[in-house]
């Protein structure tokens, strides 16, 4: 899984590619969390180029999510696909994260 990160300010920007499964989960909850404690919780995950999630994936997000929410913030997501939007919504967990269309809307938030 690539995994790129952009700072716009005080606000991280993570982007995974690829699915999240099993496999990839460690290596991007590792990343997240450092992006978490870099940024005081001011972090905004960029899901537009997340083709699947299986349910380890959730899982992640899920521990993300508490993780922010545990700073005082709340996770901000952006771009979520088609996809990924009825995963959600399906496991009504859409209503558990800010939505965003892109990240610079999601940035903005922060203001």
Not at 26 to 49: C, N, P, T, Y
Not at 59 to 64: A, C, G, M, Q, Y
């Amino acid at each position: 899984m690539k995994i790129t990160e952009q700072r716009q300010g005080a606000v991280v920007v993570i982007r995974p590619c690829g699915p999240v499964v099993a496999a990839e989960v460690d290596q991007l909850r590792k990343r997240i969390m450092e992006a978490i404690d870099q940024s005081r919780g001011r972090f905004v995950l960029d899901i537009s180029e997340i083709a699947y999630v299986d349910s380890r994936g959730l899982e992640l997000l899920l521990d993300v999510r508490d993780a922010v929410h545990a700073g005082g913030q709340v996770l901000k997501l952006c771009g979520r696909n088609g996809t990924l939007r009825q995963v959600l919504e399906m496991t009504e967990l859409a209503l558990l994260f800010e939505p965003y269309e892109d990240a610079n809307m999601a940035v903005r938030s922060f203001l």
